[in-house]
């Protein structure tokens, strides 16, 4: 099975300034088509996740350009260039390359200091 | 809009099964695959499985073998997750989640997009 591990686990910053975490996975998670299925949501407290980005860049709509995806083969990174008071919660990759399974990471914590 | 509306919040004993209703809107529900997530309290997302609304198909990830059981009734755009022999490590709250279109032509090609707002299944003696 194909394992993602989120790095940090606990993510506290600073108002303003930038975050980001990083997603490793224990296989490429480039598929036949070329494309690379690796998606970030964000659950704020007491919500259900909401998508962020697919395809590990694709932002979604309604999605604030502070956020942007990168990486590529096994390694991904989400970083929000200011952080923001509603940006609190946690953040979770998921890989859905290796169908008909999919893996989410363990999740990241972003709390403000 | 896409909305994904669950049934209520359960209280189970030990096992007993429980069957959790997610019914669709804003889209046809056999057009996309459906995902089951649960989440036990104060940890992260579990991927627990998919079904194909249009054929009926299924995945489970093997954790689950043998107790989850994913259904549909197409003719009310509702899909249902049923987790039998349940255990006190059940405890969670269970999430249906929509995926990509059956032919990965959208966006959401092996993710997922939309969630319900979840329901909480308490195991309990």
């Known amino acids: 099975d194909v394992v993602m591990t989120q790095s940090p686990l606990s993510l506290p910053v600073t108002l303003g300034q930038p975050a980001s975490i990083s997603c490793r996975s224990s296989?490429?998670?480039?598929?036949?088509?070329?494309?690379?299925?690796l998606t970030w949501f964000q659950q704020r407290p007491g919500q259900s996740p909401r998508r962020l980005i697919h395809?590990?860049?694709n932002r979604d709509s309604g999605v604030p350009d502070r956020f942007s995806g990168s990486g590529s083969g096994t390694d991904f990174t989400l970083k929000i260039s200011r952080v923001e008071a509603e940006d609190v919660g946690l953040y979770y990759c998921?890989?859905?390359?290796?169908?008909?399974?999919?893996?989410f990471g363990q999740g990241t914590k972003l709390e403000i200091k | 809009q896409v909305q994904l509306v669950q049934s209520g919040a359960e209280v189970k004993k030990p096992g007993a099964s429980v069957k959790v209703s997610c019914k669709a809107s804003?889209?046809?529900?056999?057009?996309?695959?459906m995902h089951w997530v649960r989440q036990v309290p104060g940890q992260g997302l579990e991927w627990m499985g998919w079904?194909?609304?249009?054929?009926?198909?299924?995945n489970n990830a093997q954790k689950f073998q043998g107790r989850v059981t994913m259904t549909r009734d197409t003719s009310i755009n509702t899909a249902y997750m049923e987790l039998s022999r349940l255990r006190s490590d059940d405890t969670a709250v269970y999430y249906c989640?929509?995926?990509?279109?059956?032919?990965?032509?959208?966006?959401?090609?092996?993710?997922?997009?939309?969630w319900g707002q979840g329901t909480l299944v308490t195991v309990s003696s």
């Open positions: 989640a929509r995926g990509g279109d059956l032919y990965c032509s959208g966006g959401s090609c092996y993710s997922i997009d939309y």
């Open positions: 079904t194909n609304p249009n054929s009926g198909d299924t």
């Open positions: 296989q490429s998670l480039v598929y036949s088509d070329g494309n690379t299925y």
């Open positions: 998921m890989q859905g390359t290796h169908w008909p399974m999919y893996t």
């Open positions: 804003g889209y046809t529900l056999t057009g996309y695959y």
């Open positions: 395809k590990v860049s």
